[in-house]
C-alpha cells in the first residue's frame, strides 16, 4: 500500500483519513494542528471537535497539549496584529512559530482579529472540550441521547464487574455439577478446579460480541460405556494371562532395549495391573500403549518378528476406548465452555439490568447496538450533528464494536474524520485490540498518510533501528505491515556524552554459549540483569564525576529506563541494582493487595479486632510492620508483665477503632510502634512505606463509604488478596511509584508505550518462549471468514487454527520489540545470544531472518557473523560481548550543606471575579455577587408631578421591583404572535401582585408587542427563529479601570453626552474575571440585529414624561446606557465568532429600551453605537486577556 507523508498545515479537513504516526514521529503534535485548523479554519467550537483515546492519562495529555497549542497560537496572532516579532521556537513542539508549517500557514490565511476571537472563545470553553476516552465518549452520547439510544437515564457506570462475574460463574458451575455422573465431575475437575478456573478461562472473551464461536464437534455420549465395557473384559484377560504375557515379552530376542528392557516391563505391567485392580483411577495410557501390536513392532529390530497375541489386539481396543472417551470429555469441555460463555454473559446481563448498571463494554455495546437498531439513523444524525468533526487517538488499538460507531456516525455527511495510529505498536490484543480491525479501517480509508520524521531519538540512533527493522522483507511477519525508514531530525536531541565523547547509540551485548546447548533461560536471566545493574551503576559513578552528561547535565538515573516483560524480570533487575546500591522504581499493572504489606495489614487487623485471640496477637507481633522475631516472642512469652502490656495495647487500639474510627486508630498504632523507620529501613523501604501508605488510603475509604471496622476490614483485604473485592475503582488498586525522583525506571514493555526515556536497556527481548498454555478457548483470526476474530471452543481445525494463533503471537513480538526498540532518545542496549525459546523470539527473526528450525542449527560463530554484517551496514550499531565484570557499586556523591528552604520563584495570580452591569453601578458587596440575574427594574425612578395627564391610563398600576419581574415574566414566556391575556393573572400572583391589576398589565404588554418601534419592527410579528430572549452572555475582562473606560468611550457619548464622566466615577472592584448579564431580548429583522430591554420605571404621568427628554435622562441617571453598550460588546463579540460575513454597519441595527408605561405612542429610546466606539470599549476591557492562557 503507498502511503503519502503527512503535512498537517494542507492534509484536508474533510472526509475519512488514516494517519499512520512511527514512533517518535510526533502524533500528538500532529493531533493538536488538525484541532487547530478545525478551530480556525472551521470555526468549530471546542465541544464539536471530537477527540478520543484510550486511557484517561493519554486524555489527560492530549487535553493540556492541545490547549497548550491553542495559547501559542492566539499569541501569535496577537503579536502579528501588533506587528511584533513572531515567537521563535525549534519546530515541532518547542512553542515557536518560525519552523511551525501549520501556525505559519494559519497566519497568512486568517485574519487576526478573527483568529484571536475564535482563539480565545476556545481557551476560555476549553473545560467543554470534547477530549474522551473511548468509555467517556459512550457514556455521554448514551446519556445526552438517552430517548434515541433507548437507555435508561441513571444507570450507574460499576467500574469493576468481577464481583456480578464471580456470581454469574458460581452460578452456572453449580447447575452444571448438579447432578453429573461422577466419572466427567471428576476428569472436569482435573482440568478446571473450580468456578474461579472457569472464569479464568472465560474472562478475556467476554463483552466481545463480534467473535465468532467455532464448536466442537458432537461428543460420544456412549464413549464411557463402551469403555466400562472393554475394561472389564480386558482385565479378566489380563489378570489371567498378564503374567505369561510379561514373561514372554522379556525374554524376546528382537525386542529394543531402549523400550522394552525386563525392568520396564515389569514396571509398566504394574501399572496395568494397579489399574485392572482399581487401585488407581487414571488409565496409564502409556503403559496401555507399550503392549499394542502397533508400538509392539515399532519397537522390535530390525529383522525381528514382532511378538503377537490376541490379548495385544483387545489392550489395543482398551487404549482406544480410553481415547475416545478423553476426546469425548475434551470435546464436552468445550461445549461447556462455549455454554458457561453464554451463560455468564447472560446472567451477568441480568444481574446488571436488576441493578441498573453498566460496565465498560456495556457502553461501547450499548451504544453500538442503538446505532443499528430501529432508532439508529436518528441517534446517529444526531450525534453528527453534536460533532462536526472527529479525531481518533491510537486507533491501531480499536476493536470492531469501536470502528462500527465512529463508521456509522462520521462516515456520511461530509465530517472530518480522523484515525491516527501505527499498527507496528499493536500490543494490546490481550486487552480485546484488534489489529485486522485497524487494517480493514485502513483500507477503507484509501491511501494512507504518514508521519515519517521521528524527532525522538538521535539521528545514529534513528539509523540503527532502521537498519534493523529493514534487515527482513516481512520484519513483522505481516505483508500489511510494512516498514518505512523514518528521517531524523539532526539537533533534536543532544547526545549522551561519555568522558567527553558520543556513546554508541546501539549496542548489542552478545551471550555467548556454555558448550553446545543454548544457555538455560534462568542463567542467562541472571547474567543479563547483572551485566545491566553494572553497565548503570558505572554510567552513574561516571556521572557524579560529570564524565557522564546528558543535555548539558550529568546523567542521573531517572534518565535510564530498563524495560521487561513481566513481574519476574523485573524484580530480577531490581534486586541487581539493589546489589549495587542503584534505587529504582517499578511501573506496573499489580494490585497493592497482592503485596506481603496488604497480608500483613490484614494480620494486624484481626488481632485488634480480636485482642482476646493470643494466636492472632502472636502473628500481628511477627510481621515485619511489628518487627518482633522468635527470640523476641519467646522473651515475651517468658515475661507476663511485657506480655500484658502487649495484650493492653492491642485492647487499647481496638477501643480506639471502636469509639473514634479506623483512621484515628491507624494513626496511633503506626505512631506507637515506629512503623515508618522500622520499614525504610528495609533494602526495598521505600516500596515498602509506599504500599503500607496506599492501602491505609483505601481502608480508610471503604471505613467512611461503608462503615467497616477493624474486623470488616480485614474481611475486605482478603477479598481483595483472592480477587473478590468489590467497591473500589480499578486503577485505584494499582500499585504506586514509591519514589520517581531520579530513579532507573524499570518498566514493562507494554507500559512503556508512549514513553520515552534518553537510555533504555531492553536486556530481555531473546526470550520468545510460549507462554503456559491455559484451558479455555483458543482465540484467533479466521483466514477462512475473512481475518475475523474467532474463539475455537475445539472445533476439528483446531490444529490448523492452534498454528495460526501461535503465527499471530510471533507477530505481536515483533510489535512488542518494535515498541521497546523506540523508546530510547540516546542510546539503546539489548542483549542476545542462543538463549533456551530465543529461537521464537522477535530478534531471532529480525537479526537472523531465521525460522525457529533454522536458528537451532547455527552455532555462536554464524550467530556472530549476522551481527557483524549488520553492523558493517551500519556504524551506527555496536557489538560487544556481554559485560562479566563484577560491577562496582554506585556512590551517589554527597553535599554536606545544611536543609534549607527553597525560595519561591513562582507568581500569584490576581483573584478573579464576576462582574456585572448590576455590580458596577451599586454598592462594591455586589461585586461578590457570583451569579448575575436578569434585570429586572429594581428600581423606580419618578422625573415628574403624579397628578397631571395620565399618559398611559395606568397611573395607578403599581409600581417597584416585583412590578418588573412579573412583566419581564410574560415578555419572557409569553408567545409574541397570539399572546394570552388569560395568562396574566396567574403570573401576577406568582410576584405577589393582586389579580385586579391583570387587564391593566395585559393592555401594557399588547400595547408593547404591537407597537412600531421603527424600520418596521414589530414584536407581534417576530419570528420565533429569529428571536432570543433572555440571552445569557459571560466574557473574560482585565481588571476593569473605569478612568482608562472612561478615556475609551470619550465625550459626547451616551445618553446625555457625559457617559465618559459617570464611568470615571465608578468604583468596581479591580480584579480581573469575567462580565456577565442577561439581555431581555435579542432579534434579527430585515438581517440586522436588534438588542431590545424592557424597562416598567415609572417616569411620570404626563406623555412627555416618556419623551426623548425624560428617557434620556432615565436612561443616564440608571446608567442604562452603559448597560446597553456593554450589551452591545457582547453581541459584536459573538457575531464575529459565528458569522463569518459579519459586518457591524451592516448587520447591527442598535439598541432599543422600552419604557413600558409610556408606549406605544412614546416611551422607546433608540441608540447604535458608532462601530469605533463599540470596539474601543471591547479593547479596554479585554486589554490583559493573556492573564486567562
Known amino acids: 500500500m503507498n502511503i503519502r507523508p503527512l503535512h498537517p498545515a494542507i492534509v484536508p479537513l474533510a472526509g475519512f483519513q488514516a494517519i499512520e504516526a512511527s514512533a517518535g514521529t510526533g502524533k500528538t503534535w500532529s493531533i493538536a494542528a488538525l484541532y487547530l485548523r478545525l478551530v480556525l479554519e472551521q470555526a468549530l467550537p471546542v465541544e464539536r471537535i471530537l477527540v478520543v483515546t484510550y486511557t484517561k492519562a493519554a486524555t489527560a495529555e492530549l487535553r493540556r497539549r492541545i490547549r497548550e497549542r491553542l495559547v501559542e497560537a492566539r499569541s501569535a496572532f496577537q503579536a502579528r496584529k501588533a506587528d511584533f516579532p513572531l515567537p521563535q521556537g525549534e519546530g515541532q513542539g518547542e512553542g515557536g512559530v518560525v519552523g511551525d508549517p501549520v501556525l505559519s500557514a494559519l497566519l497568512t490565511a486568517i485574519e487576526p482579529d478573527r483568529a484571536v476571537a475564535l482563539l480565545t472563545l476556545a481557551i476560555e470553553s476549553f473545560d467543554l472540550a470534547a477530549v474522551h476516552t473511548i468509555h467517556g465518549f459512550c457514556q455521554r452520547a ?55 478456573a472457569l472464569l479464568t478461562a472465560l474472562r478475556p472473551h467476554l463483552g466481545k460480541p463480534y467473535l465468532d464461536h467455532l464448536p466442537p464437534p458432537p461428543w460420544d455420549a456412549d464413549a464411557a460405556a463402551t469403555l466400562v465395557r472393554h475394561f472389564a473384559a480386558v482385565g479378566e484377560a489380563w489378570r489371567a494371562r498378564g503374567g505369561e504375557i510379561v514373561a514372554r515379552l522379556s525374554q524376546w530376542p528382537k525386542l529394543s532395549q531402549t523400550s522394552y528392557k525386563p525392568a520396564q516391563i515389569a514396571q509398566n505391567a504394574a501399572k496395568l495391573d494397579a489399574w485392572f485392580a482399581g487401585a488407581v483411577d487414571d488409565p496409564p495410557l502409556k503403559s496401555l500403549e507399550l503392549f499394542t501390536p502397533e508400538k509392539l513392532a515399532k519397537g522390535t529390530t530390525k529383522g525381528g518378528t514382532p511378538p503377537e497375541d490376541p490379548l495385544f489386539l483387545e489392550l489395543e481396543a482398551l487404549r482406544d476406548a480410553v481415547l475416545a472417551v478423553e476426546q469425548a470429555h475434551e470435546r464436552r469441555l468445550g461445549e461447556l465452555l462455549l455454554r458457561a460463555l453464554q451463560g455468564c454473559e447472560t446472567l451477568l446481563a441480568e444481574r446488571k439490568a436488576s441493578l441498573n448498571r453498566l460496565s465498560f463494554d456495556d457502553l461501547l455495546n450499548a451504544l453500538q447496538s442503538a446505532l443499528v437498531g430501529p432508532g439508529g439513523e436518528a441517534l446517529a444524525v444526531s450525534l453528527r450533528t453534536r460533532y462536526g468533526a472527529a479525531l481518533i487517538d491510537e486507533f491501531q488499538d480499536t476493536d470492531p464494536v469501536q470502528y462500527a460507531i465512529f463508521e456509522r456516525v462520521f462516515r456520511q455527511g461530509g465530517h472530518s474524520l480522523f484515525f491516527v495510529g501505527d499498527p507496528k505498536q499493536a500490543i494490546y490484543g490481550f486487552r480485546g485490540a484488534d489489529l ?34 529493514a534487515r527482513q522483507s516481512e520484519p513483522f511477519l505481516d505483508p500489511r505491515l510494512g516498514f518505512v525508514e523514518v528521517a531524523a531530525v539532526p539537533a533534536e536531541q543532544p547526545p549522551l556524552l561519555i568522558d567527553g565523547a558520543e556513546a554508541g547509540p546501539f549496542d548489542i551485548w552478545f551471550l555467548p554459549r556454555e558448550g553446545d546447548k543454548p544457555l538455560s533461560k534462568g542463567a542467562a536471566n541472571e547474567r543479563i540483569a547483572a551485566a545491566v545493574a553494572a553497565d548503570i551503576a558505572r554510567l552513574l559513578n561516571l ?54 504489606e496488604a497480608m500483613e495489614v490484614e494480620r494486624l487487623l484481626l ?7 493470643l494466636g492472632l496477637v502472636k502473628a500481628a507481633l511477627a510481621t515485619d510492620l511489628l518487627g518482633r522475631d522468635g527470640a523476641a516472642l519467646h522473651e515475651l512469652e517468658q515475661d507476663g508483665e511485657a506480655w500484658e502490656r502487649e495484650l493492653r495495647r492491642f485492647h487499647d487500639w481496638n477501643a480506639l477503632c471502636r469509639e ?38 483505601l481502608l480508610q475509604q471503604l471505613a467512611h463509604d461503608e462503615g467497616l471496622s477493624a474486623d470488616g476490614l480485614a ?36 507500559s512503556s508505550k508512549g514513553l520515552e526515556y534518553p537510555l533504555v536497556y531492553c536486556p530481555f527481548l531473546w526470550d520468545g518462549g510460549k507462554p503456559r498454555e491455559r484451558i479455555g478457548p483458543l482465540k484467533f483470526h479466521d483466514p477462512a471468514q475473512g481475518g475475523r476474530a474467532a474463539l475455537d471452543f475445539g472445533s476439528a481445525e483446531r490444529q490448523a487454527h492452534a498454528a495460526e494463533a501461535e503465527d499471530e503471537r510471533r507477530q505481536e513480538l515483533l510489535r512488542l520489540a518494535y515498541v521497546a526498540l523506540t523508546r530510547a532518545k540516546q542510546r539503546c542496549v539489548i542483549a542476545w545470544g542462543a538463549v533456551k525459546d530465543a529461537e521464537m523470539s522477535a530478534l531471532a527473526w529480525l537479526l537472523h531472518g531465521a525460522d525457529p528450525e533454522d536458528f537451532a542449527k547455527r552455532d555462536d560463530a554464524a550467530l556472530k557473523r549476522d551481527l557483524e554484517a549488520l553492523r558493517v551496514e551500519c556504524p551506527a550499531i555496536a557489538v560487544n560481548n556481554l559485560p562479566t565484570a563484577t560491577g562496582e557499586p554506585y556512590r551517589p556523591a554527597t553535599v554536606e550543606t545544611g536543609l534549607a528552604a527553597r525560595p519561591f520563584t513562582g507568581s500569584i495570580a490576581p483573584r478573579w471575579l464576576s462582574h456585572s452591569f448590576t455590580g458596577w453601578m451599586g454598592s462594591a458587596e455586589a461585586e461578590m455577587v457570583s451569579s448575575e440575574r436578569p434585570d429586572h427594574d429594581a428600581a423606580v425612578v419618578a422625573v415628574a408631578d403624579e397628578t397631571a395627564e395620565d399618559a398611559a391610563g395606568i397611573a395607578d398600576f403599581p409600581r417597584g421591583a416585583q412590578v418588573g419581574s412579573a412583566l419581564h415574566f410574560l415578555f419572557e414566556h409569553g408567545d409574541f404572535a397570539r399572546f394570552d391575556a388569560a395568562a396574566v393573572p396567574a403570573a401576577l400572583r406568582q410576584f405577589g401582585i393582586d389579580e385586579r391589576w391583570a387587564p391593566q398589565a395585559a393592555r401594557l404588554v399588547m400595547a408593547t408587542l404591537e407597537a412600531d418601534l421603527g424600520a418596521g419592527l414589530r414584536l407581534n410579528q417576530l419570528p420565533p427563529g429569529r428571536q432570543m430572549r433572555e440571552l445569557e452572555f459571560l466574557f473574560p475582562i482585565a481588571a476593569p479601570d473605569p478612568q482608562d473606560l472612561a478615556a475609551a468611550i470619550g465625550p459626547g457619548q451616551g445618553a446625555d453626552g457625559h457617559l465618559d464622566r459617570r464611568v470615571a466615577r465608578l468604583q468596581p472592584a479591580r480584579a ?60 459584536h463579540r459573538l457575531q464575529k465568532l459565528r458569522r463569518p460575513d459579519y459586518d457591524y454597519a451592516r448587520h447591527m441595527g442598535g439598541v432599543l429600551y422600552l419604557f413600558l408605561r409610556g408606549l406605544p405612542d412614546a416611551g422607546v429610546f433608540r441608540w447604535q453605537p458608532d462601530q469605533a466606539l463599540v470596539e474601543r470599549v471591547d479593547a479596554c476591557l479585554t486589554r490583559q486577556e493573556r492573564w486567562f492562557a
Open 715 to 750: 474481611a475486605r483485604i482478603a477479598e481483595e488478596r483472592q480477587g473478590e473485592g468489590d467497591g473500589l475503582d480499578a486503577e485505584a488498586r494499582l500499585l504506586r511509584l514509591e519514589n520517581d525522583e531520579q530513579l532507573v525506571r524499570i518498566v514493562t514493555i507494554h
Open 660 to 697: 473514634r474510627g479506623f483512621v484515628v486508630m491507624w494513626r496511633s498504632l503506626l505512631v506507637q510502634e515506629g512503623v515508618a523507620p522500622r520499614l525504610l529501613a528495609w533494602p526495598d523501604g521505600e516500596r515498602r512505606m509506599t504500599n503500607l501508605q496506599h492501602l491505609s488510603e
Open 436 to 469: 485486522q480491525t485497524y487494517l480493514e479501517a485502513r483500507e477503507q480509508a484509501g491511501e494512507p498518510w504518514a508521519l515519517a520524521t521521528n524527532r525522538r531519538s538521535v539521528p545514529s540512533l534513528v539509523q540503527a533501528v532502521n537498519a534493523l527493522f
Open 543 to 596: 556521572a557524579t564525576r560529570g564524565q557522564a552528561t546528558v543535555a548539558g547535565r550529568p546523567l542521573c538515573g531517572g534518565d535510564i529506563a530498563v524495560l521487561v516483560k513481566g513481574h519476574r524480570q523485573g524484580k530480577r533487575v531490581r534486586d541487581a541494582l539493589v546489589a549495587l546500591n542503584v534505587a529504582s522504581v517499578r511501573y506496573g499493572q499489580e494490585s497493592v493487595f497482592h503485596s506481603r
Open 1072 to 1131: 480581573a474575571g469575567f462580565l456577565k448579564g442577561f439581555i431581555d431580548l435579542a432579534c434579527e429583522h430585515e438581517d440586522r440585529l436588534w438588542l431590545l430591554d424592557y424597562k416598567s420605571n415609572w417616569l411620570g404621568s404626563r406623555r412627555t414624561d416618556y419623551g426623548p427628554e425624560g428617557l434620556a435622562t432615565a436612561m443616564a441617571e440608571s446608567g442604562y446606557d452603559l448597560q446597553s453598550l456593554i450589551y452591545t460588546v457582547a453581541l
Open 142 to 196: 448514551l446519556a445526552e441521547r438517552a430517548f434515541e439510544s433507548g437507555q435508561p437515564f441513571d444507570a450507574e457506570l460499576m467500574a469493576d464487574e468481577a464481583v456480578l462475574l464471580r456470581e454469574a460463574a458460581r452460578d452456572f458451575w453449580r447447575r452444571e455439577l448438579d447432578g453429573a455422573d461422577p466419572a466427567w465431575s471428576g476428569w472436569l475437575l482435573g482440568r478446571l478446579p473450580g468456578p474461579e
Open 607 to 613: 488481632a485488634v479486632a480480636e485482642p482476646g485471640r
